[in-house]
DNA sequence: CATTGTTTATTGTGAC
DNA sequence: GTCACAATAAACAATG
């Protein structure tokens, strides 16, 4: 619900985008903006997130971090990174779009200290502002910040990173943590640390450098459903931690209270998920330590939990200074996506008995729509790419040839392969007399009648796999998008299955979760422009303001 | 001194 | 309502 939420928008029409024609290949997203509904903007970043980013010469200078690192530098991999993407994007961004939301009222609980930051007072800013809406590039992607986090060790070569590289892929893959960084990246230190799933490896003499590597731990790479990375299944808890944290809370108590199923009132709870960082002020707090013994004092079971042909090497990086290639080998080994088969089969053997255990439910770690691997490398080298086109909305679900898109990697069978679109229809009760309504109707009458609807409406926020995030107001307008090759084909191939089909020109029940089927063979590029008005081709776009 | 890392506290949200 | 998870802020220490 809530990154339904925060990835809302209407397709009111920016007035830049008259200068760019919808038929041109880059025509899509960028032409459309979000308009931020009070209801909806759950996020304080959102909406800060305006005018400085295009005046920050974003362009020339995102590529590098506040370290100075650029991410050719970095320890995870670029290729088809958004950064090579960007200078088209901002360009094309529509700036009446983007300037106008860093005026709107943040609605998040951060941001809640000064001024009026109601939803009505926001409306009344933004109506004045005659700019209520927002793109694509200020959503906030719906990954929590362990997410990201997973996302950047897990893409790394080597399966463990820096901070200031955490920092920089994240910013890398995501336009929206370029800015107000030093709010997130406090945030992700904080996640670093707070969290059992990740550990600290420590630098190698030969890797001088401030700060520790950061890695996952070898028994958490099933923190997150089915590999649906939007929220994880059950915080991953390091057993040996637990005990070390119940001791050290509560000396004169056993070591064995684990399995307690004493209630906890939420201070407790709080005291116990945040004092948890005893061991992490020794040196022991390290890859090592995720086993919360010093490795010299490993038993064999520990260590060959960590890895059974590692046992030697571990022991030897901290009684010999293991090499660093070694270290990080060892690391990639326990690392879930690099498991080697034994090791694979004793994950597998604590899976049976691991809190974590999947459950089969029809996805794999690398099909579900919110998939890490949707977004890294290998197979979805593109949704990187397409992920942060439509952060700036210069690209376009439609199946245009790559030779039109980019350069990079763009490959056809994406394009080309059927696309299950599934949306997911959430209602947002508008009170407004002026309804921010999704529905660029063709007919201006119709038009009117959505925008000056006196009426109390439902609006509806959708998201649509594949990256792509829309509302929608009626399922019509989903029509018209595809009508305009705004994705793949024609209307024709949009098919609403029932018992959807009746909702076709009405707004759909909110119950109603509306699933749209793209059978696509061959893509067809979009139609050149030709005499007189279609509904197939677009005409100029009008400029819809609340 | 800037960055990195730890800890505490508060608040919000969703599942149950 | 309770609980777990997550986001955020802030203070502080450690480190290069």
């Given at each position: 619900m809530?990154t339904?939420?925060?990835?809302?928008?209407?397709?009111?029409m920016?007035t830049?985008?008259n200068?760019?024609?919808?038929?041109?290949?880059?025509?899509?997203?960028?032409?459309?903006?979000c308009?931020?509904?009070?209801?909806?903007n759950c996020?304080?970043?959102?909406?800060?997130?305006?005018?400085?980013m295009?005046?920050?010469?974003?362009?020339?200078?995102?590529?590098?971090?506040?370290?100075?690192?650029?991410?050719s530098?970095?320890?995870?991999?670029t290729i088809?990174s958004?950064?090579?993407?960007?200078?088209?994007?901002?360009?094309?961004?529509?700036?009446?779009?983007?300037?106008?939301?860093g005026?709107?009222?943040?609605?998040?609980?951060?941001?809640?200290?000064?001024?009026?930051t109601?939803p009505?007072?926001?409306?009344?800013?933004?109506?004045?502002d005659?700019?209520?809406?927002?793109?694509?590039t200020?959503?906030?992607?719906p990954?929590?910040?362990?997410?990201?986090?997973?996302?950047?060790i897990?893409?790394?070569?080597?399966?463990?990173?820096t901070l200031?590289?955490?920092?920089q892929?994240?910013?890398?893959?995501?336009?929206f943590?370029?800015?107000?960084?030093q709010?997130w990246?406090?945030?992700?230190?904080?996640?670093?640390?707070?969290?059992?799933?990740?550990?600290?490896?420590?630098r190698?003499?030969?890797?001088?450098?401030?700060?520790?590597?950061?890695?996952l731990h070898?028994?958490s790479?099933?923190?997150?459903e089915?590999g649906?990375?939007?929220?994880?299944?059950?915080?991953?808890?390091?057993?040996?931690?637990e005990?070390?944290?119940?001791?050290?809370?509560?000396?004169?108590?056993?070591?064995d209270?684990?399995n307690?199923?004493?209630?906890?009132?939420?201070?407790q709870?709080?005291?116990d998920?945040?004092k948890?960082h005893?061991l992490?002020k020794?040196?022991?707090?390290?890859?090592g330590?995720m086993l919360?013994?010093?490795?010299?004092?490993?038993?064999?079971?520990?260590?060959?939990?960590?890895h059974?042909?590692?046992?030697?090497?571990?022991?030897q990086?901290?009684?010999?200074?293991?090499?660093h290639?070694?270290?990080?080998?060892m690391?990639?080994?326990?690392h879930?996506?690099?498991?080697?088969s034994?090791?694979?089969?004793?994950?597998?053997h604590?899976?049976m008995?691991?809190?974590?255990?999947?459950?089969?439910?029809?996805?794999?770690?690398?099909?579900?729509?919110?998939?890490?691997?949707?977004?890294?490398?290998?197979?979805s080298?593109?949704?990187i790419?397409?992920?942060?086109?439509?952060?700036?909305g210069y690209?376009?679900?439609?199946?245009?040839p790559?030779?039109?898109?980019?350069?990079?990697?763009?490959?056809?069978?994406?394009?080309?392969?059927?696309?299950?679109?599934?949306?997911?229809?959430?209602?947002?009760?508008?009170?407004?007399?002026?309804?921010?309504?999704?529905?660029?109707?063709?007919?201006?009458?119709?038009?009117?009648?959505?925008?000056r609807?006196?009426?109390?409406?439902?609006?509806?926020?959708?998201i649509?796999y594949?990256g792509?995030?829309?509302?929608?107001?009626?399922?019509?307008?989903?029509?018209w998008?595809l009508?305009?090759?705004?994705?793949e084909g024609?209307a024709?191939?949009?098919r609403?299955r029932?018992p959807f089909?009746?909702?076709?020109?009405?707004?759909?029940?909110e119950?109603?979760?509306?699933?749209v089927?793209?059978?696509?063979?061959?893509?067809?590029?979009p139609?050149?422009?030709?005499?007189g008005?279609?509904?197939?081709?677009?005409?100029?776009?009008?400029?819809?303001?609340?």
């Amino acid at each position: 619900m809530l990154t339904q939420k925060l990835y809302s928008e209407t397709t009111t029409m920016a007035t830049s985008s008259n200068a760019m024609s919808p038929m041109t290949p880059t025509y899509s997203m960028n032409s459309m903006s979000c308009v931020s509904m009070p209801s909806m903007n759950c996020s304080p970043q959102a909406a800060s997130f305006g005018s400085s980013m295009l005046n920050s010469g974003m362009p020339g200078s995102m590529a590098m971090n506040g370290n100075g690192m650029t991410s050719s530098s970095m320890g995870y991999t670029t290729i088809g990174s958004p950064i090579s993407n960007m200078n088209a994007a901002c360009m094309a961004a529509p700036i009446g779009t983007m300037n106008s939301y860093g005026t709107v009222g943040t609605l998040g609980r951060g941001d809640l200290g000064g001024g009026d930051t109601s939803p009505n007072s926001a409306l009344q800013r933004a109506r004045a502002d005659k700019t209520y809406r927002r793109s694509y590039t200020h959503a906030k992607p719906p990954y929590s910040y362990i997410s990201l986090i997973t996302m950047a060790i897990q893409n790394s070569p080597q399966k463990m990173l820096t901070l200031s590289e955490i920092y920089q892929f994240i910013m890398d893959l995501f336009p929206f943590y370029r800015q107000n960084q030093q709010r997130w990246q406090n945030s992700i230190r904080h996640s670093l640390s707070f969290n059992d799933c990740f550990v600290k490896v420590p630098r190698t003499p030969d890797k001088p450098g401030k700060g520790s590597f950061w890695s996952l731990h070898p028994d958490s790479g099933n923190m997150f459903e089915n590999g649906c990375y939007l929220r994880r299944q059950k915080r991953f808890k390091d057993e040996k931690k637990e005990v070390m944290r119940q001791s050290h809370k509560s000396p004169s108590h056993s070591v064995d209270n684990s399995n307690s199923s004493e209630k906890k009132t939420p201070l407790q709870h709080g005291d116990d998920t945040h004092k948890t960082h005893h061991l992490d002020k020794n040196p022991e707090n390290t890859l090592g330590s995720m086993l919360s013994i010093h490795p010299s004092k490993m038993d064999v079971e520990q260590m060959n939990l960590l890895h059974p042909n590692d046992l030697n090497m571990h022991q030897q990086h901290h009684q010999q200074n293991m090499s660093h290639e070694e270290l990080t080998a060892m690391v990639s080994r326990c690392h879930p996506l690099s498991l080697s088969s034994d090791h694979q089969a004793m994950l597998h053997h604590n899976s049976m008995n691991h809190p974590l255990k999947q459950e089969h439910t029809g996805y794999t770690p690398s099909n579900h729509p919110f998939s890490i691997t949707r977004l890294l490398p290998n197979e979805s080298k593109s949704d990187i790419k397409m992920y942060a086109d439509m952060q700036y909305g210069y690209n376009t679900l439609s199946p245009l040839p790559n030779s039109v898109h980019s350069h990079t990697s763009l490959g056809n069978d994406y394009y080309n392969s059927p696309l299950l679109i599934c949306v997911v229809l959430t209602p947002i009760i508008h009170s407004s007399p002026f309804t921010p309504c999704v529905h660029p109707c063709p007919e201006p009458e119709k038009r009117q009648f959505l925008h000056r609807s006196p009426k109390p409406t439902v609006h509806y926020s959708g998201i649509i796999y594949r990256g792509a995030h829309f509302n929608f107001g009626c399922l019509s307008a989903l029509r018209w998008r595809l009508r305009r090759g705004m994705w793949e084909g024609t209307a024709g191939a949009v098919r609403l299955r029932p018992p959807f089909r009746q909702y076709q020109h009405q707004s759909v029940p909110e119950e109603l979760a509306v699933k749209v089927e793209y059978k696509g063979a061959a893509p067809l590029p979009p139609p050149p422009p030709s005499s007189g008005p279609s509904v197939l081709q677009p005409r100029a776009q009008p400029d819809f303001n609340f």
